[in-house]
């Protein structure tokens, strides 16, 4: 079985998406740093996230959550319920891990899934209409942690698991 992860940046007050779409801040850092996770793995997300980031990434397989069985985006799999998309990609190639990589809704279904979340945390209140769940209670165990900061915000890279 592939292991399935969350990764997902957040605000202090669980902001992941502003009105009109997309992230409210631009840190480089966090976009590469999800990127290089994400490599060679397969990720599986909703339509308007994927819709939002302009498609798939290279290097990596991509699941489309729609409710419309007739969305079709062209070179990635779609599904219609979080369930199904997890067991397309257990019966995929390779021994990558599942990555679910928003929105909210993916996050809130999948938060009782996920072995590891993988979080950057963005050390700022922002205003925002996507909210991420709080996880505090379901990933207490800081596995690993990363400061950073640019000119605008300071934000850590987190790898938090679950209570052994």
Not at 99 to 110: D, I, K, N, R
Not at 113 to 141: I, K, M, Y
Request: hydrophobic share 35%; glycine share 10%; charged share 25%.
């Amino acid at each position: 079985m592939k292991p399935i992860y969350m990764i997902v940046a957040c605000s202090e007050n669980r902001v992941i998406g502003k009105k009109g779409g997309g992230l409210p801040w631009s840190i480089p850092e966090d976009t590469a740093f999800w990127k290089e996770k994400v490599k060679g793995g397969i990720m599986i997300e909703g339509r308007r996230c994927f819709e939002e980031l302009g498609g798939a990434f290279p290097d990596t397989d991509t699941i489309v959550l729609s409710r419309d069985p007739t969305y079709s985006p062209g070179r990635v799999l779609t599904a219609v319920s979080l369930p199904l998309a997890i067991e397309l990609a257990q019966g995929m190639d390779g021994e990558g891990p599942i990555w679910l990589c928003g929105g909210s809704t993916v996050y809130e279904e999948g938060m009782a899934l996920a072995e590891q979340l993988h979080l950057t945390r963005v050390h700022a209140e922002v205003e925002g209409v996507a909210f991420f769940p709080d996880w505090t209670s379901d990933f207490p165990v800081e596995l690993d942690r990363r400061d950073s900061s640019n000119d605008e915000y300071r934000y850590s890279f987190l790898v938090l698991g679950r209570p052994d």
